[in-house]
């Protein structure tokens, strides 16, 4: 049971590049997510999926698009990269049913964009 | 607008002792989740401990405990008899309109914690 995993860990952009970052989880979550993290702050919401088949935007979604592509994956996509997008990107999930409200996030990538 | 607020940006404590970190919150919804997650250095993101709306007792897990005071908004998390491996940054966070599908947590900008020998 490895939880939530994401791919790569570390990621070296230019500017205008564009990639994918990739998310799975095995824990049979409804719902998952794509946060934020940059010095100082909280983690902030890019974009969620309630579900399968379904997505919806989150606090800053401006230059990401997101794919839900079954149960278990759900990819963040920079099509145009920017100095601004140097973060560490999470993916967490949640199943969504009580008692179980908490998120369970992966291990971060860490992305830089010169 | 949903908003956590954590007023101390680092705090130290002696190992053995107790401590409390801050949070309070801003919502209009009533049914909401409280949350506490821990980032050590290496980076991951621990979850910690829940407190519903709802609930009349304060949660408990292990050392950890959540001081929920509704009527003033706040959700102090209490570490007892602090170790040295609680030094790490804790968040606390909130998701409103709990039960909705699809839930979204909003995060306060952290506690940083530093354990004395």
């Known amino acids: 049971n490895a939880g939530v995993t994401q791919t790569p860990k570390f990621q070296v952009l230019k500017t205008g590049q564009s990639m994918t970052l990739q998310c799975a989880q095995d824990?049979?979550?409804?719902?998952m997510y794509w946060y934020r993290q940059d010095p100082g702050m909280g983690l902030r919401l890019i974009y969620y999926?309630?579900?399968?088949?379904?997505?919806d935007k989150g606090e800053v979604p401006n230059g990401y698009n997101v794919s839900r592509l079954n149960k278990r994956e759900f990819s963040l996509r920079l099509e145009s990269a920017a100095p601004s997008q140097t973060s560490v990107y999470f993916c967490?999930?949640?199943?969504?049913?009580?008692?179980?409200?908490?998120?369970?996030f992966g291990p971060g990538t860490r992305l830089t964009v010169t | 607008a949903q908003k956590i607020t954590q007023t101390q940006p680092g705090m130290f404590v002696q190992e053995k002792e107790a401590v409390t970190l801050d949070c309070t919150y801003d919502?209009?919804?009533?049914?909401?989740?409280l949350f506490w997650y821990k980032q050590p250095s290496s980076g991951e993101m621990i979850f910690l401990i829940y407190?519903?709306?709802?609930?009349?007792q304060n949660a408990t897990e292990g050392r950890y405990s959540l001081n929920f005071q509704k009527a003033r908004k706040s959700a102090n998390l209490v570490i007892s008899a602090s170790q040295l491996g609680d030094s790490a940054m804790y968040f606390c966070?909130?998701?409103?309109?709990?039960?909705?599908?699809?839930?979204?947590?909003?995060f306060g900008a952290g506690t940083i914690l530093r354990v004395k020998s």
């Open positions: 967490a999930s949640r199943k969504g049913e009580a008692p179980s409200y908490e998120q369970y």
């Open positions: 824990m049979n979550h409804n719902s």
């Open positions: 999926s309630a579900s399968e088949g379904t997505t």
């Open positions: 919502t209009s919804d009533q049914s909401y989740g």
């Open positions: 407190q519903g709306s709802y609930d009349e």
């Open positions: 966070a909130m998701a409103p309109k709990l039960m909705e599908y699809g839930n979204k947590l909003v």
